[in-house]
């Protein structure tokens, strides 16, 4: 599949559609894990009972490696839980490198696992289109280096490639404080593809 450029982050919901065409061409039609409604992109029902600060969150969240309640959020839709779903239990087949730029940071995230591509490219794609929109997800298990950049969020260019194996991020900055955000998240979301929920459950007892 040939590299689809994405447009720095002011045009990402445009970019998500190409990114979404490019990814669903030929050889794609008719496969997925998602079954029917994968291909929504409407963000469906605030949950508000989900709005509870932090502490609270951790409290419910339960070490349910099925069902994996703690991928929920005020609005997350059915999509964006699956593919977080199909990421943690197949975080052994990623690989993952992280380079520091100047001004940001450039991510390779690739597996040899179709369907598991598909889960890490239309993530992306969805997050890159919250973030343009600054419209936090707040996942009960997000960390809160994630929620600093979506506060920051009109501070952050974003440019994105799919690769033949997964996808090429780049997030930049003209801010030094932003930058050390960026780069701090990607190292969490290593340590995330690296460990799976371990890695999450971890972070999470040493933030109370």
Known sequence: MPLLAFATISHA???????HDEHHGAGHHGH???GP???DESYMGH??????Q??????????????????RGIDTTEVEISDLK???????????????????????TETDDDDLRESI??????????LEDGRNPQVIIQSPTLDLLFDRYDEIDTSVEVTDRGVQVVQTSSNSEVV???????AEVSDMSERGMRAVHERMMTSR
């Open 13 to 19: 919901s445009e970019s998500y559609q190409k990114m």
């Open 32 to 34: 997925g894990h998602h």
């Open 37 to 39: 409604g994968h291909h």
């Open 47 to 52: 949950h508000n009972g989900e709005t509870a």
């Open 54 to 71: 932090n502490a609270e969150k951790h409290r419910r969240h339960q070490h349910d490696q099925v069902n994996m309640p703690g991928l």
């Open 86 to 108: 199909n990421i943690f239990i197949n975080h052994m087949k990623i690989r993952r490198s992280v380079e520091h730029l100047p001004n940001g940071i450039k991510t390779i």
């Open 121 to 130: 490219v239309t993530h992306v794609a969805f997050m890159v289109t919250r």
């Open 180 to 186: 050390a955000l960026l780069q701090q998240h990607a």
